[in-house]
């Protein structure tokens, strides 16, 4: 069977791709098991600083493929919390949340259901213009239960969040920008994904997955966790040798030379 996701690593950026293109990367019990065994892997890889994720063919992920779960017998671990908070389902999106680096994900052609809930994990969303998005679990007598509600919660208005959800409508990637759901617009997505990778890989890795750790601690952390967890990550940065050299290099008119 062909590999469900791909990576490539170059220069610290992680080439991530759902790779089922004849199914427009829809999900399937192998696709749940790709995604799930990348992120695991992507997770013990300290030469990468930046992920970058899309999908192959037409399509980012067109969400379930229906008739392969039902006959997979899908939804038996739902209760299951398999990958710390979340189930093997919820993985797929939250667990792009819980990566030390930041993740970028490149947005074309559709996401919908699932594949909303996936690309909504990641950092950083950068959508076509066109590409057609929905909260779709509705349509199908369903709620979403791969994260999304936990992930929107930081990205749209509450009014928003439940009129899509409530109605399972498609929207554009403009609506979506309008929405919060999508960062920003280009006509070449992966473009430009890997312009802003490159761009983060060139800063210092351990300031980046900091920042994403305060970040995440944004969703629940009351007022004084997250004062508390800038001195603590700061006090570890300042005059680190990444830190260090940071500062060197702006000095110097250089590019930095970071370990990771």
């Known amino acids: 069977m062909e590999e469900r996701v791909t990576i490539t690593v170059n220069d610290g950026i992680a080439d991530v791709r759902l790779n089922r293109a004849d199914k427009m ?103 076509r213009p066109d590409v057609r998005l929905s909260i779709r679990e509705t349509y199908w007598g369903l709620v979403p239960d791969m994260a999304g509600l936990a992930l929107w919660r930081t990205l749209a208005r509450d009014d928003v969040l439940r009129d899509l959800t409530y109605s399972a409508r498609e929207f554009t990637g403009e609506q979506g920008e309008r929405y919060g759901f999508i960062t920003r617009l280009a006509d070449d997505p992966r473009a430009a994904a890997f312009e802003l990778a490159r761009e983060i890989a060139g800063r210092n890795p351990d300031a980046v997955k900091a920042s994403k750790r305060l970040i995440n601690l944004m969703a629940d952390g009351d007022t004084a966790t997250m004062l508390q967890g800038e001195s603590d990550e700061q006090i570890k940065l300042m005059r680190s040798p990444n830190q260090v050299e940071a500062v060197k290099a702006n000095m110097e008119k250089r590019a930095p030379v970071f370990v990771d």
């Not at 192959?56 to 229906?66: S, V």
């Not at 997979?72 to 389902?89: F, P, Y």
């Not at 999106?93 to 819980?98: D, H, I, S, V």
Request: aromatic share 4%; proline share 3%; net charge neutral.
């Open 25 to 127: 990367n829809a999900l399937d019990p192998a696709m749940f098991a790709g995604i799930n065994a990348a992120i695991e892997k992507l997770a013990g890889m300290t030469d990468v600083r930046v992920v970058v994720l899309s999908g192959e063919g037409r399509a980012f992920c067109a969400g379930l493929d229906m008739a392969s779960m039902a006959a997979g017998g899908s939804g038996n671990d739902l209760g299951k919390r398999s990958h710390g908070m979340a189930n093997t389902a919820q993985n797929v999106a939250w667990g792009w949340r819980t990566l030390p680096m930041p993740v970028i994900a490149a947005v074309h052609g559709v996401a919908l259901g699932g594949g909303f809930q996936i690309m909504s994990g990641a950092c950083v969303r950068i959508a």
